[in-house]
């Protein structure tokens, strides 16, 4: 019998995700010797064995994981044979980038899950119950490596039971940092807002009666509180946003499973994978008619913690489950924060005694163009890494955007994105976004030498980055960083033409910028076109107020004879207040210029379906498309001004046609739809003929494609033409800003920046 070794390295994230016993596993059942162990980056094996065996274990590394896993590559090379009594799992020796092998976050696993039903179980309906497979990993994390010591487990001494699992690579138990069970671990707790202990037996059976009855629950979940109430009963989900001060935005919704989730919304097969994916986002899918809500789209998620799977269980139908939070301050971790700040919104809370470390909001998924893309990167994504072939020539630290902040760390050959911060515009938001790059720091164990940052001189971020020591500062304009973000995610080193669509973003003209067309490397980019403006009377405070931007898109369209009489939207403005509005922007009184695609989204939801105002950040947009009739498909003219740099595209024949429209009594609906299909036929029109200077890859970008009609409208009329992308793993929303910085940054590293704005190369 030919005896042989192979040595075996596997890449990807497979440290802290069960990989090793499984190995071992493997091992036993195979009849191979030799070692496993944990190395830089990933896991090494040396086995040892006859030839036939050897060949079945390499067959199973190859075909197989344990579901956490995501492995990258297996790369294999014979070595001599060695005798070896048995397979051993063995300790590594700390290295530098074992330091940031942090796992995710992830769902309770489906023979966890059969314990936690089973009454002959000794973790029957216990709310903590996890394995190597499954539960609290990033969230519950204090310092690197991870190792139970070094989480808020710690505290936790586990009994003779739990310690002989942990100890036995037999076990599927084996060195699960968090494994506890009632003996030993957490345990729950419901109270009232008095502080009046309600219920310490079958807390999660109370808590389940108590929205049945119409009250709203504070949870403790894995990331942070929830706030739970009865999704059908409509006078518990107003009395929920009433106290939340959340009137308007769609609140997620927590179902049972996918046949739960198929009684709220139409779902396609992608859509049902995300749901059921070891991730467990929320999915944004179509609302079915009879479901709760008013907007054509549901967030749904299934249970992902077992007291979420008993609760689902105990009451019997979907529920609300939305962030613990008052409007738009950070979602709450401590039982004391809950207590606090959630006191005049829950009726009951329930909690436990296993602190959350690190915040993480649920991720949030929409499935645009047949595939997910991120709208919001957080619980089950966060901390994995994104990885470039090339290396980052010094560690980086990209401090992100204003709205909907990430950071983004990059070290090696691996960008580690933050979790979902928010907009860093309250006291709680910033305290929580210095904490998480502090954390991330450790957990990477780098100190960043280059800090990248928006243009933008009064967001928060780029102040932060302007006042860290010892470093080199970088800025990075926000629409390049956009575009970067989505060559990063699909290893394109450019030119590409980069289609950065937005709100806003602070140009290297002091302007706003947000329709922009670029040619781009990671290093420089020019501006090929962009978007005519539009004046916002106010500044900001247009925004808050589309009426005032759509007043100035029809006295620019109609040279200040727009007919304004003929519009139902201005019947409900004061004259004075429409006069006021066309004084300023006639004589460019703080009525800045500015070039956002999302700003015509706002002009026009405003216009034809007659909403002044805005009741959050993207409202009257969001409104917009969500309007649009599916089966449309006519557009209106437009014009693209070409010969002097850049391009201009402008829309203002739209909007004449638009305006004749509603004047005509067409539906909104076929208006709306008509909008898109122009917006997204001037912008295959532009890229076309970028594409003449050169066969590049397009790329798209910025928050407008979050919107799927015109996602999906610009990659299938640019696909006949070109290779198209756009962001998947982070958001193409301001969310994705800090991986593009990164990259960009590390372009620009050892280049003069003392004169940074000069760098970059306009047409
Ligand atoms: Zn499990
Ligand atoms: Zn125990
Ligand atoms: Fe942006």
């Not at 790369?75 to 001599?80: G, L, N, Q, S």
């Not at 980086?396 to 204003?402: K, Q």
């Not at 976004?433 to 450790?442: N, P």
């Not at 931007?549 to 109609?558: E, I, P, Q, R, Y």
Request: hydrophobic residues 40%; glycine residues 8%; charged residues 25%.
């Amino acid at each position: 019998m030919t005896r042989g070794g192979l040595h075996i390295e596997i890449r990807g994230t497979v440290q802290g995700v069960g990989y090793r016993p499984w190995v071992w596993q493997l091992a036993e059942r195979t009849g191979i010797a030799g070692t496993v162990r944990n190395e830089t980056g990933g896991v090494v094996i040396d086995a040892f064995g006859p030839a036939a065996a050897l060949d079945r274990f390499i067959t199973n590394i190859r075909g197989g994981a344990p579901p956490a896993a995501r492995v990258r590559s297996v790369t294999c090379t014979p070595i001599p044979y060695a005798e070896a009594q048995a397979f051993t799992i063995s300790d590594s020796a700390l290295s530098a980038e074992r330091r940031v092998s942090i796992p995710a976050d992830l769902a309770t696993c489906p023979d966890c899950l059969r314990e936690l039903f089973d009454p002959r179980d000794r973790r029957h309906r216990y709310p903590f119950i996890n394995c190597t497979n499954c539960g609290p990993r990033y969230s519950i994390v204090t310092d690197a490596p991870y190792d139970r010591s070094q989480t808020s487990m710690s505290t936790f001494i586990m009994c003779d039971a739990c310690r002989d699992e942990y100890d036995s690579p037999r076990d599927r138990r084996f060195h699960a940092q968090p494994n506890a069970c009632p003996d030993c671990g957490p345990r729950l707790i419901a109270m009232t807002p008095q502080r009046a202990e309600v219920a310490t037996d079958n807390v999660i059976g109370f808590a389940a009666r108590s929205i049945r009855a119409g009250f709203t629950v504070a949870i403790k979940g894995l990331g942070g509180f929830h706030l739970a109430c009865d999704a059908r009963s409509s006078t518990a989900v107003k009395r929920l946003r009433d106290r939340k001060h959340r009137e308007a935005k769609p609140l997620a919704i927590m179902v049972r499973d996918v046949a739960e989730a198929e009684t709220l919304a139409d779902l396609n097969d992608e859509e049902r994978a995300l749901l059921m994916s070891i991730e467990r986002p929320i999915v944004l899918a179509k609302r079915r008619d009879d479901a709760p809500g008013d907007v054509p789209l549901i967030g749904l998620f299934l249970p992902y913690t077992p007291l979420h799977h008993l609760l689902l269980h105990d009451f019997g139908g979907p529920l609300v489950m939305t962030s613990g939070n008052i409007s738009e301050e950070p979602m709450v971790t401590t039982n004391a924060g809950a207590m606090d700040e959630l006191r005049d919104v829950a009726d009951v809370f329930v909690m436990h005694d296993r602190d959350i470390v690190t915040r993480v909001d649920d991720s949030v998924v929409r499935i645009i163009a047949d595939a997910p893309v991120l709208l919001r990167r957080a619980r089950g994504y966060v901390p994995h890494s994104i990885d470039t072939p090339g290396a980052f020539a010094k560690p980086i630290l990209a401090c992100g955007a204003h709205l909907k902040n990430t950071f983004c760390i990059a070290n090696g050959s691996s960008a580690f994105v933050g979790p979902h911060i928010g907009d860093l515009e309250s006291f709680e938001t910033l305290r929580s976004y210095e904490a998480a790059i502090e954390r991330m720091e450790a957990f990477i164990g780098v100190r960043p030498e280059v800090v990248a940052h928006d243009l933008h001189p009064d967001y928060f971020s780029t102040r932060y980055a302007l006042g860290r020591d010892d470093v080199q500062t970088i800025g990075v304009q926000h629409h390049h960083a956009h575009v970067a973000s989505v060559m990063a995610e699909h290893r394109l080193d450019g030119p590409v033409i980069g289609i950065a669509y937005d709100g806003t973003g602070y140009g290297t003209d002091g302007t706003a910028w947000g329709g922009e067309i670029l040619i781009a490397t990671y290093a420089e980019f020019d501006r090929f076109a962009t978007f005519r403006p539009i004046a916002l009377a106010g500044g900001d405070q247009a925004i808050r107020e589309p009426w005032r931007v759509a007043l100035a898109l029809l006295d620019d369209t109609f040279d200040g004879e727009a007919p304004t009489g003929d519009i139902p939207l201005f019947r409900d403005i004061a004259p004075n207040a429409i006069a006021t509005i066309r004084r300023a922007i006639a004589w460019q009184l703080n009525a800045p210029l500015a070039r956002g695609v999302g700003r015509y989204f706002d002009a026009l939801g405003s216009l034809i379906l007659g909403i002044p105002n805005s009741r959050y950040e993207g409202d009257v947009a969001f409104q917009w498309n969500m309007a649009a009739d599916p089966n449309e498909r006519g557009r209106y003219p437009f014009v693209i001004h070409s010969g002097v740099a850049p391009w201009e595209i402008d829309p203002r024949p739209m909007v004449r046609a638009a305006v004749d429209d509603l004047i005509a009594w067409k539906s909104p609906a076929t208006i709306s739809a008509r909008f898109h299909n122009t917006i997204a036929a001037a912008t295959v029109e532009i890229a076309r003929a970028a594409l003449a200077y050169g066969d590049v890859p397009v790329v798209l970008s910025g928050g407008c494609f979050q919107n799927a009609r015109l996602a999906e409208s610009v990659i299938d009329g640019l696909r006949p033409f070109a290779r198209v992308f756009m962001n998947r793993e982070v958001p193409p929303g301001d969310g994705g800003i800090a991986l593009g910085q990164a990259f960009v940054a590390n372009a620009r590293i050892g280049r003069n920046v003392a004169k940074k704005q000069e760098l970059i190369a306009c047409v």
